[in-house]
């Protein structure tokens, strides 16, 4: 199982990106997206339960959203007002059971490659 991301790149401050992970092969409980800035520990960004409870970093919360489609066992993060501060690799990492809503890197069980998200000033 290895998640696959897609959808970074490079945006002007006050941009907007969509960043997708495609989490094939079987059901996933919670899924969350992390990032890592460079000379920086990987952070939180936002996570969603298998009942689509969600739960944000302050950092982003009322900018990014993060929402998942089911039946394409697909998780989706979508960032607007961008800034440079956001810049960093963007990870996707899901779990196989579980109920609630995981904040930490522990306590999911595959993670995707990574897909850089780079914002100008």
């Known amino acids: 199982v290895q998640p696959v991301e897609s959808g970074g790149g490079l945006v002007q401050a006050g941009g907007s990106l969509r960043l997708s992970c495609a989490a094939s092969?079987?059901?996933?409980?919670?899924m969350g997206w992390f990032r890592q800035a460079p000379g920086k520990e990987r952070e939180f960004v936002a996570a969603?339960?298998?009942?689509?409870?969600?739960y944000y970093a302050d950092s982003v919360k009322g900018r990014f959203t993060i929402s998942r489609d089911y039946a394409k066992i697909t998780l989706y993060l979508q960032m607007n007002s961008l800034k440079p501060e956001d810049t960093a690799v963007y990870y996707c990492a899901v779990r196989t059971g579980g109920i609630y809503v995981y904040t930490r890197p522990g306590d999911y069980e595959y993670w995707g490659q990574g897909t850089q998200v780079t914002v100008s000033s």
């Open positions: 969603i339960s298998l009942n689509g409870r969600t």
């Open positions: 092969g079987r059901t996933f409980n919670a």
